[in-house]
C-alpha cells in the first residue's frame, strides 16, 4: 500500500506534468510532441503511375484511389495523435526486407521494405481508422543520386506530412532531406499519377 507520503508525491508530479507544455511534456516521455505547422506540396503534370503499383491494385482494389477525389483532412489534435501512432506501431512491427529481384508492392506483414511499409500505414488508417482515400498518398522520392525510397503522404488542413519508415515521427515534409519525384492522384484518369514540382 502507498503511504500518504508517496501518494502525495505522485499526485504533485501529475499535477505538475499536467501544467507544461505539450512539447516539455513529450520531451520528458520520449513521445513526439504537437506536430509543427506544414505547407502543401506543388505539382506538375500527370505522369504513368509505377507498374508494381497497378499490380497491388489488382490484388487489393480496396487501396484504390480512383473513386476518391482529392481532399485534405481536418488535423485535430485526436487525428495528429493517430498518426503518431500508426507510424511508429507499424514501423516496429515490420521489419525491413529489401525486394529479391523484380519490384513488387504489398501490404507489408512482417517483412517488407519502404513501399509495403507506407502501404501497411495506407491500410490501417483507410480501412481501421476510416481516414479518407483522398487525404491519404504514396509517394516515390530519391534519398540521393542511387536510392529510391517510398513514404505516405497525409493532405491535411495544416500542410503535408510524412509516415515516413526510416523515423518514427511524422515529419512536415519539406524538413526532409528528399528529392521528391510523383505521389498518387486520387481520382485521376486513367490512374495516373502526379509529378512533385519542389
Known amino acids: 500500500m502507498l503511504s500518504r507520503r508517496h501518494l502525495l508525491c505522485g499526485l504533485g ?5 499536467a501544467t507544461l507544455p505539450l512539447s516539455a511534456q513529450a520531451a520528458i516521455t520520449g513521445l513526439q510532441g504537437p506536430l509543427p505547422l506544414s505547407t502543401e506540396m506543388s505539382y506538375g503534370d500527370f505522369v504513368p503511375a509505377p507498374a508494381a503499383w497497378f499490380n497491388l491494385l489488382r490484388q487489393h482494389p ?3 484511389p480512383q473513386s476518391t477525389p482529392m481532399a485534405s483532412v481536418n488535423l485535430t489534435p485526436a487525428r495528429a ?3 503518431m501512432k500508426v507510424n511508429k506501431e507499424v514501423n516496429r512491427e515490420v521489419s525491413y526486407r529489401a525486394d529479391a529481384g523484380s519490384d513488387v508492392w504489398t501490404v507489408g506483414g512482417r517483412e517488407g521494405d519502404c513501399e509495403d511499409i507506407a502501404i501497411r500505414k495506407l491500410a490501417v488508417l483507410t ?18 543520386y542511387s536510392r529510391g525510397h517510398a513514404v505516405l503522404l497525409v493532405h491535411s488542413d495544416s500542410g503535408v506530412y510524412v509516415m515516413d519508415s526510416l523515423t518514427s515521427r511524422v515529419a512536415p515534409w519539406r524538413s526532409l532531406p528528399y528529392s521528391w519525384t ?6 485521376a484518369p486513367f490512374r495516373l499519377w ?3 514540382k519542389v
Open 182 to 187: 510523383a505521389r498518387e492522384e486520387p481520382g
Open 194 to 196: 502526379r509529378s512533385l
Open 127 to 144: 480501412q481501421v481508422h476510416g481516414v479518407s482515400r483522398g487525404a491519404l498518398t504514396l509517394a516515390a522520392c530519391r534519398l540521393d
Open 13 to 17: 508530479a501529475l499535477a505538475a506534468g
Open 81 to 83: 495523435a493517430l498518426l
Open 62 to 64: 480496396e487501396l484504390d
